[in-house]
């Protein structure tokens, strides 16, 4: 196996030689995230009969989650107001909010300000959605009037994989492979 630098005849490229910082997380690198991770349904956690997740980073020590979230049911899936921006990149399927104008369609990305309220609803026909979304701080989830009824952020959804990994054989350490 050839390096990049033999592969391109550069010999100055040189690795880095000094340690790294002490107490630096590891590296999270998880490979076919859009393939091979789609098909093991074991791993997806489950919400709802037809609502849940996969984790790719639970960020506990900065308040943020990575993850791929997968609906199969059409109609309102939540109305929620944000704490932090949210970015969004549709891999299948199709979905829009009540309060906006656009559909967030396949291969579409999204930006959602902090503080904004709005109500995801998947449309009649899409029987998968699945869309990657990174949230900063949480979700707060609210009645038509704004009335607070729930809330998810970064605990709620490691305790929720801790909680199903463990149900499933994997143990309730499993989850340990998505915090940082």
């Known amino acids: 196996m050839s390096t990049i630098s033999e592969k391109r005849g550069d010999e100055s490229a040189i690795p880095y030689q000094l340690p790294q910082p ?81 559909i967030a369609e396949e291969m579409s990305y999204a930006h959602e300000p902090a503080g904004e309220t709005h109500t995801l609803f998947v449309p009649e026909g899409v029987t998968e959605m699945i869309t990657w979304f990174h949230v900063t701080g949480g979700y707060t989830y609210v009645d038509p009037q704004g009335v607070a009824v729930g809330y998810e952020d970064v605990f709620t959804k490691i305790e929720a994989a801790r909680a199903h990994y463990d149900n499933i054989g994997l143990g309730e350490d499993y989850v340990k492979r998505f915090v940082r």
């Open 22 to 102: 002490p107490f630096m997380s590891p590296d999270i690198v998880h490979l076919g995230v859009l393939d091979k991770w789609l098909e093991d349904d074991n791993l997806w956690v489950p919400m709802t009969k037809t609502v849940s997740f996969k984790p790719l980073l639970l960020c506990a020590s900065q308040g943020y989650y990575v993850n791929l979230l997968r609906v199969r049911q059409s109609g309102v899936l939540s109305r929620h107001r944000h704490t932090g921006p949210v970015h969004a990149m549709v891999l299948r399927g199709r979905w829009y909010y009540l309060e906006h104008d656009w």
